[in-house]
């Protein structure tokens, strides 16, 4: 047990140090493929309002328990302008699970696809899942890795700071 508390201590302290560099980095304009087969740019989802990107995969139990949230953030700030990217980290031989695993969960936010971890590797995903909230100008404003009960009060508290919206509301 003692080992496992290190662990996890050493797993915030890194998360914490390596999200403060990943703060107000400007991420290149990367092309995603999304569930449906189209093409999307991330310049053309940052036209409304801010982008929550989460890399997540179908094996991934945090992940799953995450995405329960994304659901409620999308539903709940896309007036805002706000949305929701879950980008599938799936192999090739297991991405056909990814559209029934959506459908089943009734998700209604964006699904991309990155089989081979390309757009992954270039947005430090190193860690499933991995949240990274970004302005409309591209910049990272928020960068999380890993999910435990509890996080989903940060990540709102992080969309609404990115949309500029005070605490008040928050929990509604």
Known sequence: MQLFKRFVLITMIFTAVYSDEQRDI?????????????????SALLEEGPLLVD??????APCKKE???????????????????????????????????IRAKKHTFMVGLDPNQEIAKKMNALLMPTTLILSKDRKVSWYHQGFIP??????EAQIRAVLELGQEKAGE
């Open 26 to 42: 400007m991420l290149p304009n990367l092309s995603v493929k999304l569930l449906d087969g189209k093409q999307v740019r991330l």
């Open 67 to 101: 995405m329960i949230f994304l659901e409620e953030f999308h539903q709940k700030y896309n007036e805002y302008g706000f949305r929701v990217l879950a980008i599938s980290t799936d192999s090739p031989k297991s991405m056909s699970k990814v559209k029934s695993y």
């Open 55 to 60: 890399f997540w995969a179908t094996w991934c």
């Open 150 to 155: 509890g996080d989903e009060k940060e990540i």
